[in-house]
T-cell receptor
């Protein structure tokens, strides 16, 4: 069965520090992969996506993610975190068989001064 | 360009009632997907509509149903409401059917008492 795992429920980082949010997926073929961010009481905003090609993808707000097929991972990174990055981050998999979408349970990011 | 809009923003119903939630897709988008996000969880895919027909469905019972109209707007209907239906309901639109980049609305917060 398809699934998405975000092992870290909550992460705290200092402003200016680097960030890596983990995402692992289970899917029988190469999936379509997404990272979304959700601020409190808001909908989801797309940060970046991977469909094919270069396994390192760049997104908005200085985020990037790397698809590693051998590890079934799609980790999100940012070299220097800003206080405004505090939010909930969701990794998602699109399974083109059956047009299904699967989201992880999210990682809550706190940024301290 | 108009983004995805949803109405109402908040709703309170009692167990056993029926509810209809509405979504207007982003300009130029012809596909709408609906998600249920329980408190502290990631979004769960309910279904997708394309050309006024259901185009993919998650693991939700038949009392969750939908419609898409010729202008690509959509409704989510939930019959026989249960307490566990309390959640944020998110609508997302995309420019093509299937697994595509989705743009989310702000959601409708439903409380079932």
């Amino acid at each position: 069965a398809q699934s998405v795992t975000q092992p870290d429920i909550h992460i705290t980082v200092s402003e200016g520090a680097s960030l890596e949010l983990r995402c692992n997926y289970s899917y029988g073929a190469t999936p379509y992969l997404f990272w979304y961010v959700q601020s409190p009481g808001q909908g989801l905003q797309l940060l970046l996506k991977y469909f094919s090609g270069d396994t390192l993808v760049q997104g908005i707000k200085g985020f990037e993610a790397e698809f590693k097929r051998s590890q079934s991972s799609f980790n999100l990174r940012k070299p220097s975190v800003h206080w405004s990055d505090a939010a909930e981050y969701f990794c998602a998999v699109g399974a083109y068989t059956g047009n299904q979408f699967y989201f992880g349970t999210g990682t809550s990011l706190t940024v301290i001064p | 360009e108009t983004g995805v809009t949803q109405s109402p923003t908040h709703l309170i119903k009692t167990r056993g009632q029926q509810v209809t939630l509405r979504c207007s897709s982003q300009s130029g988008h012809n596909t709408v997907s609906w998600y249920q996000q329980a408190l502290g969880q990631g979004p769960q895919f309910i279904f997708q509509y394309y050309r006024e027909e259901e185009n993919g469905r998650g693991n939700f019972p038949p009392r969750f149903s939908g419609l898409q109209f010729p202008n690509y707007s959509s409704e989510l209907n939930v019959n026989a409401l249960e307490l566990d239906d309390s959640a944020l309901y998110l609508c997302a639109s995309s420019s093509k059917e299937g697994v595509e980049t989705q743009y989310f609305g702000p959601g409708t917060r439903l409380l079932v008492l």
